[in-house]
């Protein structure tokens, strides 16, 4: 039987293993595809938060590696805040007919990760399924620029770039299309461990090479300079043959 192999840390892995991290992205897509068929104005952040964990464990993820938390919700002018998972408590707010709301999911499974995070728009109480679609301007732009930095990155990086020269890149990209990164240590994302304390990130000082981990998250949380609204998306990205692929 052949085993096809991909470059991770310098060492193959099989696919056996690159499906392991591929069910828990799917089970993190379909967890975002089942939130936003069900929510609707006035629904509570705190039940959205429940009905997205309990999708997630009844589902394939038997815990949560960020802090023990499986759904971090925001919503409205919370979505610029960016805290650490340690001091992350839910809002007791709810949803409005028109409103932005902002859903990372941390899922794993014998300790294999996912991470995945989406901004989703709601306008006249019904999820916006494309962002063409959004009529509100400040927001579709800001999804907008949150697609062209992922693609961007698909373009530029190569395994040999290092996560400074990536968050340098990114950074000035930012700021050159208007927009501000509001992560509260300013990177950009971060390698998919074992254990969380093991991460490397796309930050300043961080020298190791892209291809000197397995795999790392993508998650610029971004805002249009002077707004109140933030906008996110993360998405697992590994090499494959040297080109950088969408887990």
């Known amino acids: 039987m052949k085993i096809n192999h991909h470059l991770f840390n310098g060492n193959s892995v099989t696919e056996e293993t690159l499906g392991l991290y591929s069910a828990m992205q799917n089970l993190n897509r379909a967890t975002i595809k089942y939130i936003a068929g069900i929510i609707k104005a006035g629904m ?50 709810t949803i409005q007919e028109d409103d932005i709301i902002t859903i990372d999911l941390s899922p794993q499974r014998d300790k294999i990760w996912g991470d995945h995070a989406r901004t989703l728009v709601l306008e006249n109480g019904v999820v916006c399924d494309e962002i063409d679609g959004i009529k509100k301007e400040e927001w579709r732009n800001g999804l907008w620029m ?46 998919i461990v074992k254990n969380k304390n093991d991460r490397v990130y796309i930050e300043k000082g961080n020298c190791k090479r892209l291809s000197d981990v397995q795999m790392f998250t993508f998650e610029p949380h971004i805002s249009i300079a002077d707004s109140k609204y933030g906008y996110k998306r993360e998405d697992i990205y590994y090499f494959d043959k040297g080109k950088l692929t969408n887990l």
Not at 68 to 88: K, L, Q
Not at 148 to 176: G, Q, R
């Open 146 to 191: 949150e697609a062209y930095l992922h693609k961007i990155l698909i373009d530029v990086a190569t395994p040999d770039m290092t996560f400074e020269e990536l968050y340098y890149y990114m950074n000035e990209l930012i700021v050159k299309k208007g927009f501000v990164n509001l992560d509260f240590l300013g990177n950009l994302g971060h390698s």
């Open 44 to 93: 509570n952040l705190q039940d959205i938060k429940v009905l997205c964990e309990d999708y997630l464990l009844k589902n394939g993820a038997d815990s949560f590696w960020y802090w023990d938390v499986g759904a971090f919700v925001f919503a409205g002018e919370e979505t610029v805040i960016s805290i650490s998972g340690r001091d992350y408590k839910v809002a007791d707010r």
